[in-house]
């Protein structure tokens, strides 16, 4: 290859990874992106209200519910293509490469919510309407949940491109907080949210239904710390920000108990969870300013205390709102069990060298 073929080379590269690099949204059009989100999480409320409240009356698809939840969608998507398309100069097709740092896999989830919307439309009139587990289960709901989440989370992963810089946090955890619950939604009946098992009397023999409530209440908690902690991480591990815990626990109590309308002892042990998560925030804000973002253990540890303070707090919630009727066994080994596996996933999610580090104390 001779050398002016290699300069030839050489410019044609620059020149297209210089557009390319240049493809940043604006913490304006981030913020566009995570209000549109918000209305489309909006209608799946209204949605999931209709499925656990009133789901005799629903004869069809076509529901004053599907229209706010598909309505939201349909602004949302378009909001994303709008950003795609609007960069498309200088690029040979702009639906490959004109997508903002953070939007491609968005529109990826746009296009699977839209197919597994007629596919659900399909399901349900030749179908009818499903309940509980059948509404939980159905693979047009996974696929539209699945599709869902990738588009609203959008900014946040733009967050991430852009260096996770502070000034883009709010709307990068934002997205994050507003997509759990959908992610979450057709789980829900496996929520600890939604448990009243402490506040019930464990008999202690094996196989009774007192066992089995014990039994899957713990494994609840187990759960939610998965989800919980693991959407901590996606934040903490790029930066302390205040705030993300309690938006992560504060937007899924707030939609679960919306759905359910507000039953008064799960919505203040819900109140309780929220408030864990806040002081678990100013913890490993401070900690972070005391020890340095590149600490030993800065993500186990972070795991572990958010776990703890948030199920702390669910469970002062039950306490004050009924009473908490299982052995301290039980209550105080689900907040170590829960606290447990959120210091291994804030291992697993460590980098390379700090798991070395880890493996070596």
């Not at 939980?136 to 699945?146: E, F, G, Y």
């Not at 991430?160 to 992610?183: E, M």
């Not at 899957?216 to 959407?231: E, I, Q, S």
């Not at 299982?326 to 700090?354: H, N, R």
Request: glycine share 10%; net charge positive; proline share 4%.
């Amino acid at each position: 290859m001779s050398a002016t073929t290699k300069v030839v080379r050489g410019a044609s590269t620059l020149a297209e990874s210089g557009p390319q690099t240049a493809r940043v949204t604006s913490r304006f059009e981030d913020l566009i992106t995570a209000v549109l989100g918000t209305c489309m999480v909006g209608g799946l409320l209204t949605d999931a209200w209709a499925h656990t409240n009133i789901v005799n009356q629903l004869e069809s698809f076509f529901t004053p519910w599907h229209a706010m939840l598909y309505g939201g969608f349909a602004a949302t998507a378009a909001w994303t293509f709008w950003l795609g398309f609007r960069r498309r100069h200088g690029v040979p097709r702009w639906w490959r490469n004109a997508w903002p740092a953070g939007y491609a896999v968005g529109a990826l989830g746009a296009a699977l919510f839209l197919v597994a919307g007629f596919g659900d439309m399909i399901w349900h009139q030749v179908l009818g309407i499903e309940a509980t587990l059948d509404a939980a289960l159905s693979p047009t709901h996974l696929v539209l949940a699945t599709g869902a989440t990738l588009l609203l989370t959008s900014p946040l992963r733009s967050w991430w491109a852009n260096g996770a810089g502070r000034d883009r946090a709010a709307t990068g955890v934002w997205s994050l907080a507003i997509a759990l619950p959908v992610a979450l939604v057709l789980v829900g009946f496996s929520s600890v949210l939604q448990s009243l098992a402490p506040t019930h009397t464990y008999d202690h023999v094996m196989n009774s239904p007192s066992h089995f409530e014990a039994a899957f209440g713990l494994a609840k908690y187990v759960l939610m710390t998965a989800f919980f902690v693991t959407a901590l991480l996606l934040v903490h591990r790029r930066r302390a920000t205040f705030g993300a815990g309690l938006a992560i626990v504060g937007a899924q109590s707030l939609f679960q108990m919306v759905q359910m309308e507000v039953p008064k002892t799960l919505t203040i042990a819900a109140i309780g969870a929220t408030i864990g998560a806040g002081v678990a925030d100013l913890v490993l804000v401070r900690l972070d300013a005391v020890r340095g973002p590149d600490a030993p253990l800065r993500l186990p540890i972070a795991g572990a205390v958010f776990a703890a303070l948030t199920w702390t707090g669910h469970l002062l919630g039950l306490r004050l709102a009924d009473d908490l009727r299982w052995s301290i066994e039980l209550w105080a080994g689900a907040v170590v069990l829960t606290a447990i596996l959120g210091f291994v996933l804030g291992g697993l999610a460590a980098t390379p060298a700090a798991r070395s580090t880890l493996a070596k104390s």
